[in-house]
């Protein structure tokens, strides 16, 4: 039995009922621009509906945003 990450699929007109940021522009923005800043491991296409795996949200966030020095 492996033990996987549990992940979400959030419709992107649904992500502010569950997150409040990025606000809906914004990730409507990263997901225009997803070849070009990595956002595409985030974004899952289902016929037309775009979808946001929360998990890879999450991971994509830690690895492209360094902390502060």
Do not use: S
Not at 30 to 42: D, S
Not at 44 to 60: P, S, T, Y
């Amino acid at each position: 039995m492996t033990t996987e990450q549990q992940t979400r699929l959030i419709p992107v007109t649904k992500w502010p009922e569950y997150h409040a940021w990025p606000p809906l522009g914004g990730l409507r923005h990263l997901i225009f621009f997803e070849k070009t800043n990595g956002f595409h491991h985030c974004v899952r296409r289902v016929g037309r509906r775009v979808l946001i795996d929360e998990h890879a949200f999450f991971k994509w966030i830690e690895e492209n945003n360094p902390p502060a020095k």
